[in-house]
């Protein structure tokens, strides 16, 4: 079992800055690739970025690419969102994720989960 926790949500305006942390207890952490996903009211889960379990290859979706900086430490099990220009529309839910498959972006690539931290970005 992963144990996955993650902080660092809140309100913030239009083009301001977040960073969400994830701190991961139970296996190895480093053993694991690690993914932000949101979930915005009505919406399906959405794939943010994710990062590979040495930390050498990073994957971004389109709408976030040049704007939010996915990283890892492994001494400290822990995984970091840097989310920069923020708009309205990155208003939701986000979520950490842990897996160990090859694929990366969808929900089912990930066995473990946190409960969520909530991101709201006024206009």
């Given at each position: 079992?992963?144990?996955?926790?993650?902080?660092?949500?809140?309100?913030?305006?239009?083009?301001?800055?977040?960073r969400?942390?994830?701190?991961a207890?139970g296996r190895?952490f480093?053993?694991?690739?690690?993914?932000?996903?949101?979930?915005?009211?009505?919406?399906?889960?959405?794939?943010?970025?994710?990062?590979?379990?040495?930390?050498?290859?990073?994957?971004?979706?389109d709408?976030?690419?040049?704007?939010?900086?996915?990283?890892?430490?492994?001494?400290?099990?822990?995984?970091?969102?840097?989310m920069?220009?923020?708009?309205?529309?990155?208003?939701?839910?986000?979520?950490?994720?842990?897996?160990?498959?090859?694929?990366?972006?969808?929900?089912?690539?990930?066995?473990?989960?946190?409960?969520?931290?909530?991101?709201?970005?006024?206009?």
């Amino acid at each position: 079992q992963v144990q996955l926790v993650e902080s660092g949500g809140g309100l913030v305006q239009a083009g301001g800055s977040l960073r969400l942390s994830c701190a991961a207890s139970g296996r190895t952490f480093s053993n694991y690739n690690m993914g932000w996903f949101r979930q915005a009211p009505g919406k399906e889960r959405e794939f943010v970025a994710a990062i590979s379990w040495s930390g050498t290859s990073t994957y971004y979706a389109d709408s976030v690419k040049g704007r939010f900086t996915i990283s890892r430490d492994n001494a400290k099990n822990t995984v970091y969102l840097q989310m920069n220009s923020l708009k309205p529309e990155d208003t939701a839910v986000y979520y950490c994720a842990a897996g160990r498959r090859n694929t990366i972006a969808t929900p089912k690539d990930y066995n473990y989960w946190g409960q969520g931290t909530q991101v709201t970005v006024s206009s």
